[in-house]
């Protein structure tokens, strides 16, 4: 199995399921063109996302990570009218791109994108008492993915779900001595999980366009 193969298997189930539109690929142009770095999502990776949101009913999405605002549109054409998603982002220039892209989708009015660190953020949504959310998407800096988990976890309801990207990182969850400065919070992040009454969870490895990684999917079932 070669990166060849999976980039082909991507792009043939992306023609074939018609995971791409006008929208969408004005989202990956404008990004490119500000170069910004192209780790988003893939096509169907993001259409994972929405189907997972449409299938839980999500009216309240928060996503860690906007970039380009990719993952974003995903996310926000699963919400119903009067639905919310809050994004982080702490680029200033990734927000600016990702903020034309999703008015040009038309999704602005579903969407609060919001600038700064997630950890410094997170406070204001706390007094603002958002949430709880339906969905959570981690997709910002690697080193924090437990501590965005901790807060997603706070702020859920029984039935929500919270999905965290790039855990896998190429194999090296596996290795302890990693020497990948994330390696370590994303061990902890599974680590913390089993012994946590209010989640399930498991996570899948995946191959395709973005090489070898995974996402780890939490069902909440309780509240603390």
């Known amino acids: ?17 018609g995971l791409r539109d006008e929208a969408l690929e004005a989202a990956l142009r404008a ?9 988003q999502v893939t096509p169907a990776q993001g259409k994972l996302l929405q189907l997972l949101a449409k299938s839980i009913g999500a009216k ?14 995903w996310l926000a054409r699963a919400l119903p009218e009067g639905g919310r998603l809050i994004t982080l982002e702490a680029e200033p220039r990734n927000a600016e791109v990702a903020a034309g892209s999703i008015a040009r989708a038309g999704l602005a009015y579903l969407v609060d994108l919001r600038v700064g660190a997630a950890l410094d953020l997170l406070p204001g949504l706390e007094a603002e008492e958002a949430g709880p959310f339906d969905l959570t998407f981690i997709d910002a800096d690697k080193v ?5 988990f901790s807060w997603a976890l706070d702020h859920s309801r029984p039935g929500s779900l919270i ?6 990182r190429f194999g ?11 390696i370590p919070a994303q061990r902890r992040l599974h680590e913390m999980q089993p012994t946590d ?3 399930e969870s498991t996570t899948i490895q995946t191959v395709g366009a973005k090489g070898h990684d995974g996402f780890n999917l939490a069902l909440v ?4």
């Open 1 to 17: 199995m070669t990166q060849e193969l999976w980039t082909a298997v991507d792009d043939y189930v992306n023609g074939a399921l």
């Open 31 to 39: 990004s490119e063109e500000a170069g910004l770095p192209e780790i």
């Open 60 to 73: 309240t999405i928060l996503e860690f990570g906007t970039l380009g605002g990719y993952s974003t549109i």
């Open 144 to 148: 924090h993915t437990p501590d965005y």
């Open 163 to 168: 999905v965290s990207d790039n855990v896998v």
């Open 172 to 182: 090296e969850l596996a290795n302890p001595g990693s020497d990948d400065p994330t």
């Open 197 to 199: 009454p209010r989640v």
């Open 221 to 224: 079932v309780g509240l603390g």
